[in-house]
């Protein structure tokens, strides 16, 4: 197959609001060695990408500039040494960059391949905020059935899927949210308790709901005021896992309490780990939880879409957190 040498993407010419995104021509990448290069049809939106373009999110030097983390399409070009991958296979996969543009060139260890009966949007919902639940929630913070969990922002692309795979695993699972829809999004999803964080004392209804056992995991994309709250409400041996900073990077906290009730904090990006450890986590979600999303038992849930050149319209819905699930560019 012969690829033009020119696409449609998504340039960031400076840090600012939505309206700085432009839609540009830009060399259609080659698939260099171990890599494929997807055409592709439907890209996923993050939060990541919003800081990115207000100059917040240092792109790694050996990463693409063009924005976009999250891709589904069809495999057109395969590099050098990959025997995994055909051309005309249609895969999701997590991008190192570039994933605003028609198409993009991806490690093929970073690659998987679409559930049974998802179509493309659906597809490209899932790498970023499934790597990332997956690895933090369950590899770092070791979290297992019959444990008791609680995801901040759980009506979040990320939040959602944390409830969903928590849930799978026998999870007890509270979420805070910052409205009643909001809440009654994450209890569709199978929350056994959400909180309005905008009118309610979530740190005292959590404690409340557990009869003052505490959590035993809590994934928290906030940091700032949420830390202490957290490491109040952790039971003995609870596991922290800190992901994002939504709320600030700094904190006040009585350290204390991490010793006296053996607390472990974890935290991690996705964006700054080695291939390697990219594949490892793709290996697992294909090995635990693409079966789930074959049978149906999660799914991510699309909000909105918009086509590629309204990148500027899928960043302002995003910053206003008024969505519930994930936000997709079609391509």
């Given at each position: 197959m012969t690829l033009p040498t020119t696409?449609?993407?998504i340039d960031i010419p400076?840090?600012?609001?939505?309206e700085v995104l432009t839609a540009v021509d830009w060399p259609v990448p080659d698939a260099g060695d171990g890599a494929v290069?997807?055409?592709?049809?439907?890209?996923?939106v993050n939060r990541p990408d919003c800081l990115q373009r207000q100059?917040?999110?240092p792109v790694p030097t050996d990463a693409n500039p063009i924005p976009g983390l999250e891709v589904a399409g069809e495999i057109v070009a395969l590099g050098a040494g990959v025997d995994r991958w055909q051309v005309g296979d249609k895969v999701t996969a997590l991008t190192h960059g570039g994933g605003y543009a028609e198409y993009t060139a991806v490690d093929a260890r970073h690659c998987l391949r679409w559930p049974k009966g998802?179509?493309?949007v659906q597809a490209a919902a899932l790498p970023e905020t499934f790597f990332t639940v997956y690895y933090n929630m369950i590899t770092r913070a070791r979290l297992k059935s019959d444990e008791t969990l609680l995801v901040h922002g759980g009506s979040s692309g990320i939040g959602s899927t944390a409830i969903q795979l928590a849930k799978s695993m026998g999870?007890?699972?509270?979420?805070?949210?910052g409205s009643a829809e909001k809440c009654d999004f994450c209890t569709g999803l199978g929350a056994d308790k959400a909180i309005d964080y905008k009118t309610e004392d979530w740190e005292a209804v959590a404690k409340d709901f557990t009869e003052g056992k505490g959590i035993d995991v809590i994934l928290d994309m906030v940091g700032g005021a949420y830390f202490q709250k957290n490491l109040n409400l952790l039971s003995r041996d609870g596991r922290y896992a800190l992901i994002a900073l939504?709320?600030?990077?700094?904190?006040?906290a009585n350290l204390g309490l991490i010793l006296g009730k053996r607390l472990t904090i974890t935290g991690s990006t996705?964006?700054?780990?080695t291939p390697v450890e990219k594949a490892e986590i793709a290996d697992n979600l294909l090995r635990d939880v693409w079966p789930l999303l074959d049978a149906g038992t999660i799914k991510p849930h699309i909000y909105a879409t918009f086509p590629l050149e309204d990148a500027p319209k899928a960043h302002a819905l995003m910053e206003t957190s008024a969505h519930r699930g994930k936000i997709v560019l079609t391509v």
């Amino acid at each position: 197959m012969t690829l033009p040498t020119t696409m449609r993407a998504i340039d960031i010419p400076q840090p600012g609001g939505p309206e700085v995104l432009t839609a540009v021509d830009w060399p259609v990448p080659d698939a260099g060695d171990g890599a494929v290069v997807i055409r592709n049809e439907a890209v996923g939106v993050n939060r990541p990408d919003c800081l990115q373009r207000q100059g917040n999110y240092p792109v790694p030097t050996d990463a693409n500039p063009i924005p976009g983390l999250e891709v589904a399409g069809e495999i057109v070009a395969l590099g050098a040494g990959v025997d995994r991958w055909q051309v005309g296979d249609k895969v999701t996969a997590l991008t190192h960059g570039g994933g605003y543009a028609e198409y993009t060139a991806v490690d093929a260890r970073h690659c998987l391949r679409w559930p049974k009966g998802f179509d493309a949007v659906q597809a490209a919902a899932l790498p970023e905020t499934f790597f990332t639940v997956y690895y933090n929630m369950i590899t770092r913070a070791r979290l297992k059935s019959d444990e008791t969990l609680l995801v901040h922002g759980g009506s979040s692309g990320i939040g959602s899927t944390a409830i969903q795979l928590a849930k799978s695993m026998g999870v007890t699972v509270l979420t805070t949210a910052g409205s009643a829809e909001k809440c009654d999004f994450c209890t569709g999803l199978g929350a056994d308790k959400a909180i309005d964080y905008k009118t309610e004392d979530w740190e005292a209804v959590a404690k409340d709901f557990t009869e003052g056992k505490g959590i035993d995991v809590i994934l928290d994309m906030v940091g700032g005021a949420y830390f202490q709250k957290n490491l109040n409400l952790l039971s003995r041996d609870g596991r922290y896992a800190l992901i994002a900073l939504l709320g600030g990077a700094q904190a006040t906290a009585n350290l204390g309490l991490i010793l006296g009730k053996r607390l472990t904090i974890t935290g991690s990006t996705l964006r700054p780990q080695t291939p390697v450890e990219k594949a490892e986590i793709a290996d697992n979600l294909l090995r635990d939880v693409w079966p789930l999303l074959d049978a149906g038992t999660i799914k991510p849930h699309i909000y909105a879409t918009f086509p590629l050149e309204d990148a500027p319209k899928a960043h302002a819905l995003m910053e206003t957190s008024a969505h519930r699930g994930k936000i997709v560019l079609t391509v």
